[in-house]
Structure formats: structure tokens, C-alpha cells
């Protein structure tokens, strides 16, 4: 990177949260990828309560506003919160700490990469997984070695999706992380920060800096969708 943007970063206090905002999208993404296997697994099974109640509430960030799905996580995840307290008893503290903005941006994109894995198991030629079945293999070595091949652009524009969505989470991460100057400042929280004191250089050069990343999250996302399309077309 050129010496002088070094330099402008250093003099805006810019270096932390751009830091911190990749630290987390990357711990993040391989949380999602884990994830969104995992869970296209289980939520395209045959529809059971426990189902259900695990694909609302994965779904559920997508639709309630992030400020209030922060608070609702601040309740369970607090010191005594249901999950809150026995964490802070092993010693793990998640409220205003860097894990609270990672559970902040894990929860926010979550949903993009399980509903994109699971619209496109679901759409999927039921004749190829019958005929897996019928070669005796399980439900578990039809899903690896047949589903996700199948379904590995729809995973790619999901986790791609995600990435974003950590790169802009706001409320979620406002509420779990605390928004501490040079510990859970992450870009999004810092261009805010950076307004209301009226830092307009540092708004945006951070701005710009995630501009950039935005549009580099939407080439590929495009080309992703160039080759998915393609494959569809020669098989």
C-alpha cells in the first residue's frame, strides 16, 4: 500500500477499526461457511417442530430491525442472561468485547447464507439424490459428495453476501459490542463516530475504503454468476 495512505490512515486513528472489520469478516466467513453447510443440512430434512423453530430463528435477523435483535441478544447474552451467565462463569466474556462484535456479525449474515444453500437444495433435480439413494449411499455422503458440488455457487454468493452484511452490521454489533474507541469500533460504527465529531476526512476515507471493498465483493459476485450460469448451460 502506498506510504502516504499508510500515513493518512495512521492520522485519522483509521487503522483500528479497518483492522478490526477484517479481522472480523474473515473469522466470520469461516464461521458461515461452517455454518451454512451444516444448517442446509439439517433444514432440508423432512419438516419437524425443531426444524421449524431453527429455521425462524435463523431467519429471523433478516427481518427484525438490527437494533432490536441486538437488544434481544444483549437479554440472553448479558451477565445474567440465560446464555450470558454461564459463559461469563467459564469466563468468556461476549458483551462489549471483540467476540460480542463477532457473535453481532455472525447472527446478522447468517441468514443470507443458510436461505441461499437451502433455495437451492430445494430447487434442486430430486432425480440426481434418488439416484444416489439408490446406489446405497447415506443422507450425509449424498449431501457431500452430490448436493453441495451442486450447490457450491449458491454457497459462494451467500458467504459473499455475508461478507458485506459484516462489513455494514451496525445495530447488532452497537448493542453487543458497545462501540469502545479502539477495541470494538469496527468501519461502520467508526464513519458514524467519525460524523457526529465532525471528522469528515476520516468518514471518508473509510467510506471510500469500504466503497472499494463493495465493489470488489460485486465483481465476484458477478462472476460467480457468470460461471454458475454457464455450468447450468453445458451440463
Given at each position: 500500500?502506498?506510504?502516504?495512505?499508510i500515513?493518512?490512515?495512521?492520522e485519522?486513528?483509521?487503522a483500528g477499526?479497518?483492522?478490526?472489520?477484517l479481522?472480523t469478516?474473515?473469522v466470520?466467513?469461516i464461521?458461515?461457511l461452517m455454518?451454512g453447510?451444516?444448517?442446509g443440512f439439517?433444514?432440508?430434512g423432512?419438516k419437524t417442530f425443531?426444524r421449524?423453530?431453527a429455521?425462524?430463528a435463523?431467519?429471523?435477523?433478516?427481518v427484525?430491525?438490527p437494533?432490536?435483535?441486538?437488544?434481544?441478544?444483549?437479554?440472553?447474552l448479558?451477565?445474567?442472561?440465560i446464555?450470558?451467565?454461564?459463559l461469563?462463569s467459564?469466563?468468556i466474556e461476549?458483551?462489549?468485547?471483540t467476540?460480542g462484535v463477532?457473535?453481532?456479525?455472525f447472527?446478522a449474515?447468517?441468514p443470507?447464507?443458510?436461505k441461499s444453500?437451502?433455495?437451492?437444495?430445494?430447487?434442486m433435480?430430486r432425480?440426481l439424490?434418488e439416484?444416489?439413494?439408490t446406489?446405497?449411499?447415506s443422507?450425509?455422503?449424498t449431501?457431500?459428495?452430490v448436493?453441495?458440488?451442486?450447490?457450491?455457487?449458491?454457497l459462494l454468493?451467500?458467504?459473499?453476501?455475508?461478507?458485506?452484511r459484516?462489513f455494514?452490521?451496525?445495530g447488532?454489533?452497537l448493542m453487543?459490542?458497545g462501540?469502545?474507541?479502539?477495541?470494538?469500533e469496527t468501519?461502520?460504527?467508526?464513519?458514524?463516530?467519525a460524523v457526529f465529531?465532525?471528522s469528515?476526512?476520516?468518514?471518508?476515507?473509510?467510506?471510500l475504503?469500504?466503497?472499494?471493498i463493495?465493489?470488489?465483493?460485486?465483481?465476484?459476485?458477478k462472476k460467480?454468476?457468470?460461471t454458475?450460469?454457464?455450468?447450468?448451460t453445458v451440463a
Amino acid at each position: 500500500m502506498n506510504p502516504e495512505i499508510i500515513s493518512f490512515i495512521e492520522e485519522n486513528d483509521a487503522a483500528g477499526p479497518i483492522l478490526l472489520s477484517l479481522d472480523t469478516a474473515a473469522v466470520t466467513l469461516i464461521l458461515h461457511l461452517m455454518a451454512g453447510v451444516l444448517a442446509g443440512f439439517f433444514l432440508t430434512g423432512r419438516k419437524t417442530f425443531l426444524r421449524t423453530l431453527a429455521d425462524t430463528a435463523i431467519t429471523l435477523p433478516l427481518v427484525f430491525p438490527p437494533i432490536a435483535t441486538g437488544f434481544l441478544l444483549l437479554l440472553l447474552l448479558g451477565r445474567n442472561g440465560i446464555i450470558g451467565r454461564p459463559l461469563q462463569s467459564a469466563g468468556i466474556e461476549t458483551i462489549f468485547s471483540t467476540t460480542g462484535v463477532y457473535t453481532a456479525s455472525f447472527i446478522a449474515g447468517l441468514p443470507l447464507v443458510v436461505k441461499s444453500v437451502q433455495s437451492a437444495i430445494e430447487t434442486m433435480d430430486r432425480s440426481l439424490l434418488e439416484a444416489s439413494w439408490t446406489l446405497g449411499k447415506s443422507r450425509t455422503q449424498t449431501y457431500i459428495r452430490v448436493v453441495l458440488p451442486h450447490i457450491r455457487y449458491a454457497l459462494l454468493t451467500g458467504l459473499i453476501l455475508s461478507l458485506g452484511r459484516s462489513f455494514g452490521e451496525v445495530g447488532i454489533t452497537l448493542m453487543l459490542g458497545g462501540n469502545i474507541s479502539g477495541k470494538t469500533e469496527t468501519m461502520s460504527l467508526a464513519i458514524y463516530n467519525a460524523v457526529f465529531e465532525g471528522s469528515f476526512e476520516k468518514a471518508a476515507l473509510l467510506s471510500l475504503i469500504l466503497a472499494i471493498i463493495s465493489l470488489g465483493m460485486f465483481a465476484i459476485l458477478k462472476k460467480i454468476s457468470r460461471t454458475g450460469n454457464g455450468s447450468r448451460t453445458v451440463a
